[in-house]
């Protein structure tokens, strides 16, 4: 078993009622009780951070590909654009 170590926390008269009650019913030690809240708060957390993290991640690419694609799009309206003027420059085609 992993160490414990013993720490002070203020928790409001109605936490800690529900904390007992749950205890009770399910058998398993208050303590423990709120271990696993404080680990399933930590998984939370993480999973947030990373979710955050994956988010910026996208929004910076979704960014550059956008740029990416106006500058290729002003490209080709301009080579679109040099075509139609040759074109209407050649006798004979319009």
Do not use: N
């Not at 680990?39 to 929004?59: F, G, M």
């Amino acid at each position: 078993m992993k160490k414990l170590l013993k720490r002070t926390i203020r928790i409001t008269p109605k936490q800690l009622s529900s904390l007992q009650t749950i205890a009770k019913q399910t058998g398993i030690p208050l303590a423990a009780i709120v271990r696993k809240a404080i680990d399933a708060y930590l998984h939370e957390a993480s999973i947030d951070r990373i979710e955050s993290e994956l988010i910026d991640r996208v929004s910076k690419e979704v960014r550059a590909a956008t740029t990416d694609t106006r500058r290729t799009r002003k490209k080709a309206e301009k080579t679109l654009d040099q075509i139609r003027k040759r074109r209407f420059m050649i006798p004979g085609l319009s």
